[in-house]
C-alpha cells in the first residue's frame, strides 16, 4: 500500500531521479493511484507528481528540464485520503517557498485535530490528504531546530497511526530523512551512496546489503553514512542482512506479465521452501524457530492469522495439521482475530502467514496475540518485514520476490511451509502420525515436478478462458481440502477479471447455491483423487450429476486416471495423481492460469487490477 523510494548520493553522479524512478516502477505494484518524485537541486526542492500510473510521472518529466540532483525521494500512491488526483499525489510540500517535500506511507489517524491546529495557525492546505499535515508540521519543526532529523523526530512523536514517512529539505541538500511506525522501510546500503524503500525491490539494482529497521525508529542518510535513532532520540542500531535474490528475480524474465511469470516460478517457491528442512536422518529440523521444542510440544491449540489467498493457505493447511497433530486449528481471518474474543493463552500457537510480512490485518492480530501471551510463529515470504520481526519465530517461504498484485507462487509456498511445521509439530509430539513425517516430505518433494508437467499442459485451459471472457458468473465447488481451492479460484477470478466468482463447499450446495444454477452457468469442479478418505471422490462426482441435471457447464478439475468424472464433464482438467493432503498444490494452478487467461483476454491489467495493492499496509 504505497511505494516510497529514498535515494542520496555523490553530487557528481546525478543520478538521483533515475534511481528513484526506476525504484518506483519496481514498487508499483504496491499502488498506482498516483506517483510523484521530488528532486533536491541548486537550493531547492523540484519535482512533479501526476494521478494515475507511473507513465503518466514519467511523460510529465520527460516534458520538464529538472536540474541534475544527487538527492530525491518518490512515491507511488494507493489512496486512503482524497481521492487519486495530482493534488493528492505525493510528495507533499511544506515550508517557506515549499522547501520541504515529505512523502507517506500509512494513515496519520489524527490528522483532523492536527489539521485544524495549522488550519488556526494560517497554514494553507493544498490536498485532501491525511499527509499534508506533515509536511507541514516538519517544516515548521525544521525552521525551528535547523535539523532534519530532529525536526521528524518532534514530528512523529505527535503523530498517531501507521507511518513512513520521508523528507528532503532544501537546505539539508545530501539527507533523506525517514521515519516508520507500523509500516515498512528497509535501508539499501551502497558504496557512497544510500537508499530507501518500501522494500528491498526498490534498490535491488544496486546493492543487496540492507538494514532492517525497528519500531519507532528514525534512519538519517547521507552518501556516506547512516544513523539510527529511536522516536525518544536515544540512539539505536539497525539489523544488517544480506538480500538472497538479485534484480532479475523481480523482473518479468520474458513473460509477458509478473503474474504469468510467477505461476511458472511455482516449481521453485516448493522446492526453495522445502530446502534444507531436515538432517541427514530425514528427520525435520526448524533451525530458524526461535521457540523451544518444550513449549511447542506443549501447545494445545493452534489459530492461523491471514488474509486473503494467505488465509486460503492456511484453510488448506488446517486439514492436514490437524490429521497429522491431533491439534485443534482454527483459522481466523487476521481482522476479525481481535474482535472475537479469541481463547488464547500460552499454550495457544498463534500462526500468522503473510507473503509482504506487512499487511496490517495480520500484524494487528500477531501484537494482540503476544498481549494474551500466546506463541506466535510468522510464515512470511519478505525478509526484514514487520510481521516476522514482532513474532516469536519465523518460517521463511522461499518464493522469491512475488510482484504481481494477485498471489501465486506465494501460495503453494504458504502451503508448503505450513505442511512442513505441521509435520514438525507432530514430530515433536511423537504422536500418531510421526513417523509418516518423512514420506509425506518424500511426497512433497515430488510436487514441483508435478507442477512443471502441469504447466505444460495448460493451453486448454488457456483456450476455455479466452472462450468464456464473457462470462458474467463462474462458480468453483471443492470439498475437505478442495474448499479453500475453490475460494482461491474464485478469488483470483473476481480481483484480475471483475468477474463475479464465489466458491462453495461442494456439500453446502444443496443448502441454498444450487438455486443459482440455471442453464449455460459455469462451474469449476475439483475432484478428490479416488484415494481420498470417507468416500468423498464420488460424493463429489454426484455433486457434478446434481448441478449437471440442472444445465451447469462443468469444468471438472481431477486427477490423471480418474475415467469416473468423464462422463459428467463439458470440459475435464487434469492434474497429476498426489496423496489427497497434497492434491491442493496442484488444483489451484489450472484456476490460476484460467484467470490469468480470462482477465489477459478482456483486455485487463492482471499485475495491477483495479483499486487493489500488493500489500494492504492500512486496517
Ligand atoms: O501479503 P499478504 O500475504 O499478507 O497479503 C494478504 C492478502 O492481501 C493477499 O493474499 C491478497 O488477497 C491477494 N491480492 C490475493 O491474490
Given at each position: 500500500m504505497c511505494g516510497i523510494v529514498g535515494y542520496v548520493g555523490p553530487n557528481a553522479d546525478d543520478k538521483a531521479l533515475g534511481v528513484v524512478m526506476e525504484g518506483l516502477a519496481r514498487l508499483e505494484y504496491r499502488g498506482y493511484d498516483s506517483a510523484g518524485v521530488a528532486l533536491v537541486a541548486d537550493g531547492e526542492v523540484v519535482g512533479d507528481k501526476k494521478a494515475g500510473k507511473l507513465e503518466n510521472l514519467r511523460a510529465a518529466l520527460e516534458a520538464r528540464d529538472l536540474p541534475p540532483s544527487a538527492t530525491a525521494i518518490g512515491h507511488t500512491r494507493w489512496a486512503t485520503h482524497g481521492g487519486p488526483t495530482d493534488a493528492n499525489a505525493h510528495p507533499h510540500r511544506g515550508g517557506t517557498d515549499n522547501k520541504l517535500a515529505v512523502v507517506h506511507n500509512g494513515i496519520i489517524e489524527n490528522f483532523h485535530a492536527l489539521k485544524n491546529e495549522l488550519l488556526e495557525q494560517g497554514v494553507e492546505f493544498?490536498?485532501?490528504?491525511?499527509t499534508e499535515v506533515s509536511a507541514h508540521l516538519v517544516a515548521r519543526a525544521f525552521e525551528e531546530a535547523g535539523d532534519l532529523t530532529e525536526a521528524m523526530r518532534q514530528v512523529v512523536n505527535r503523530l498517531e497511526g501507521a507511518f513512513t514517512l520521508l523528507a528532503v529539505h532544501a537546505d539539508a541538500p545530501d539527507t533523506v530523512v525517514a521515519a516508520r511506525r507500523n509500516s515498512p522501510l528497509v535501508v539499501g546500503l551502497g558504496e557512497g551512496e544510500n537508499f530507501l524503500g518500501s522494500d528491498v525491490a526498490a534498490f535491488i539494482g544496486y546493492t543487496r546489503n540492507a538494514l532492517e529497521l525497528a519500531q519507532d525508529q528514525i534512519v538519517t542518510i547521507t552518501p556516506t553514512s547512516h544513523e539510527v535513532i529511536n522516536f525518544d532520540g536515544s540512539p539505536a542500531e539497525g539489523k544488517a542482512y544480506e538480500v538472497t535474490w538479485d534484480a532479475a528475480a523481480a523482473e518479468k524474465g520474458g513473460y509477458d506479465t509478473f503474474m504469468e511469470k510467477e505461476i511458472h516460478d511455482q516449481p521453485h517457491a516448493v522446492r526453495d521452501t522445502l530446502l534444507g528442512r531436515t538432517d541427514e536422518t530425514g528427520r525435520l529440523v526448524l533451525d530458524e524457530l526461535r521457540i523451544s521444542e518444550e513449549q511447542l510440544s506443549g501447545i494445545n491449540r493452534i489459530y492461523v492469522v491471514a488474509c486473503g489467498t494467505a488465509a486460503y493457505a492456511g484453510m488448506t493447511a488446517k486439514y492436514a495439521i490437524e490429521h497429522w497433530t491431533r491439534i485443534p486449528v482454527e483459522v481466523s481471518l487476521a481482522h476479525e482475530f481481535r474482535y472475537c474474543d479469541p481463547i488464547v493463552d500460552e499454550r495457544t500457537l498463534v500462526v500468522s502467514i503473510s507473503q509482504s510480512g506487512e499487511t496490517m490485518d495480520t500484524l494487528m492480530a500477531v501484537k494482540h496475540a503476544n498481549e494474551l501471551g500466546a506463541l506466535t510463529i510468522s510464515i512470511c515470504n519478505t525478509h526484514g518485514s514487520t510481521i516476522p520481526r514482532e513474532s516469536d519465530a519465523v518460517l521463511y517461504t522461499h518464493a522469491g520476490p512475488e510482484i504481481a498484485v494477485a498471489s501465486t507462487k506465494a501460495f503453494v509456498a504458504q502451503i508448503t511451509a505450513c505442511y512442513v511445521l505441521g509435520l514438525y509439530l507432530s514430530q515433536l509430539r511423537g504422536?500418531?502420525?510421526?513417523?509418516?513425517a518423512k514420506n509425506v516430505m518424500a511426497e512433497l518433494a515430488e510436487i514441483p515436478e508435478k507442477i512443471e508437467t502441469l504447466l505444460g499442459s495448460m493451453d486448454r485451459v488457456a483456450e476455455i478462458a479466452r472462450f468464456m471472457a464473457d462470462s458474467r458468473a463462474v462458480l468453483f465447488l471443492g470439498r475437505n481440502v478442495g474448499y479453500p481451492i475453490a475460494l482461491e479460484g474464485a478469488l483470483k477470478l473476481k480481483e484480475l477479471a471483475y468477474i463475479h466468482a464465489e466458491g462453495f463447499a461442494a456439500g453446502e450446495l444443496k443448502h441454498g447455491p444450487i438455486a443459482l444454477i440455471e442453464p449455460g452457468q459455469p462451474v469449476f469442479v475439483i475432484v478428490p483423487g479416488p484415494?481420498?478418505?470417507?468416500d468423498l471422490h464420488k460424493k463429489v462426482v454426484s455433486n457434478i450429476q446434481e448441478i449437471r441435471a440442472r444445465g451447469a457447464r462443468t469444468l471438472v478439475i481431477a486427477e490423471e486416471g480418474d475415467e469416473d468424472v468423464v462422463a459428467f464433464a463439458d470440459e475435464v482438467i487434469r492434474v497429476p495423481q498426489a496423496p489427497p493432503l497434497l492434491e491442493p498444490l496442484l488444483t489451484v494452478i489450472p484456476l490460476q492460469v484460467f484467470a490469468l487467461h480470462l482477465a489477459t483476454a478482456k483486455g485487463l491489467d492482471v499485475d495491477q487490477p483495479r483499486n487493489l495493492a500488493k500489500s494492504v499496509t492500512v486496517e
Open positions: 493544498r490536498s485532501e490528504t491525511d504422536k500418531q502420525y510421526a513417523d509418516d484415494d481420498t478418505p470417507h
